[in-house]
């Protein structure tokens, strides 16, 4: 088992849709919790962080962790074309490092 | 802030030679830099976590000898693929950090072809 398992899609969905993207985790010591966004052939950018259960908001983002259900979420409100990429959640422990374990990415496309 | 410059973007290199890439913090010191790996349509995986003047730490099944990582300061860590081969063809992407725990700032990547 993956230590963090994320559905690959592809999504598809129309301009304005809300999207939800999730990730479940199976190591309970994990402490923070972040979403990148990818665009194609280009390298990972941060879209958030947190660590700790809850919500957290950013303009059209929302990220929410449940660390009672090893479950974390990423969703995008009136999402735009320009959303369309792959996003990918990590994880990491305070004591490896700063090492992240990232998801499989799931690729987003938002139709116009 | 928090820019880590990536290059050469792409390049492509014969069987038998070394390819090195260079990853630059060019914003702020960072302390660790970190290495990945992406294949297509897959997730970034870890090959090594490098700390300015120190040996970098290889993840199991990196051969060491064949991806040398050398941090020579706070501000550049640089990958060299020796004796490339078709099937170390792939992204190779950095970030780099000085919040050790979130916050990391990932290069643009550097795709490489060897033929």
């Known amino acids: 088992q993956k230590e963090v398992e994320q559905d690959p899609g592809p999504l598809s969905v129309p301009e304005g849709a809300i999207v939800s993207l999730n990730c479940t985790y199976s190591n309970s010591a994990f402490q923070y919790f972040m979403w990148y966004r990818q665009y194609s052939r280009k390298g990972p950018e941060l879209l958030m962080y947190?660590?700790?259960?809850g919500n957290k908001e950013d303009g059209r983002f929302t990220a929410q962790v449940d660390k009672s259900s090893k479950y974390i979420s990423l969703f995008i409100r009136d999402s735009q074309p320009s959303d369309s990429a792959t996003y990918l959640c990590a994880m990491s422990v305070k004591n490896q490092g700063g090492k992240l374990i990232f998801g499989q990415g799931t690729e987003l496309s938002v139709k116009p | 802030g928090a820019v880590v410059s990536q290059h050469p973007s792409r390049v492509i290199c014969k069987s038998g030679t070394s390819v090195k890439i260079e990853c630059r913090s060019l914003d702020f010191q960072a302390t660790t830099m970190f290495w990945y790996r992406q294949f297509p349509k897959q997730s970034l995986m870890l090959m090594a976590t490098?700390?300015?003047?120190?040996?970098?730490?290889?993840e199991q099944g990196v051969e060491k000898d064949k991806f040398l990582i050398n941090h020579a300061s706070l501000t550049l860590s640089t990958l060299t693929v020796t004796s490339a081969h078709p099937e170390d063809s792939s992204f190779y992407i950095c970030?780099?950090?000085?919040?050790?725990?979130?916050?990391?700032?990932f290069g643009s990547g550097t795709r490489l072809t060897v033929v």
């Open positions: 947190t660590y700790s259960s």
């Open positions: 490098s700390n300015e003047g120190s040996k970098a730490t290889y």
């Open positions: 970030s780099a950090t000085k919040e050790t725990f979130y916050g990391y700032t």
